[in-house]
């Protein structure tokens, strides 16, 4: 019991000690950088399937000139994969628009795949392989 006790008090210390403090929240939004961030789990047996489509909207979105988002392909957890977009400005509650670049995109996508069907159609294999996914808007001081 004793041994125990020295354990648990020995975590807290460490998490104490790792801990990271709260980030300062700037007065002026205008301070902050925003982000979107999806985590997405396919259904098993699909991931591969999920790059090659993948492939396709990045092509598309090169096309457009937009900016690229980070991914990052998860090797443990729930999530295969994780999607970090830049926003250019902070999002206003239920004010949510396309931007000139997913405009632009979808014209690329488009382009690219012949028709608006098409890409409707890819849009929704891709759909299809997806078992869950969660976004969040984030913010970063500058």
């Known amino acids: 019991m004793k041994n125990l006790a020295v354990f648990v008090s020995a975590l807290f210390i460490s998490a104490s000690l790792f801990a990271h403090p709260d980030e300062p929240i700037p007065s002026d939004p205008s301070n902050y950088s925003w982000h979107t961030v999806t985590l997405v789990d396919y259904k098993p047996g699909t991931e591969e399937s999920a790059r090659q489509l993948i ?26 994969l994780v999607v970090t977009w830049n926003l250019d400005k902070s999002p206003e509650k239920d004010q949510w628009t396309w931007s000139p670049e997913g405009e632009s995109f979808w014209k690329s996508l488009v382009a690219q795949e012949g028709s608006a069907e098409a890409a409707r159609k890819i849009q929704d294999e891709y759909n299809a392989l997806v078992a869950s996914s969660v976004t969040k808007v984030a913010r970063k001081a500058k």
């Open 55 to 80: 492939k396709k909207f990045e092509s598309a979105s090169l096309a457009a000139g937009a900016e690229a988002p980070v991914i990052h392909w998860f090797e443990t957890g729930k999530y295969d």
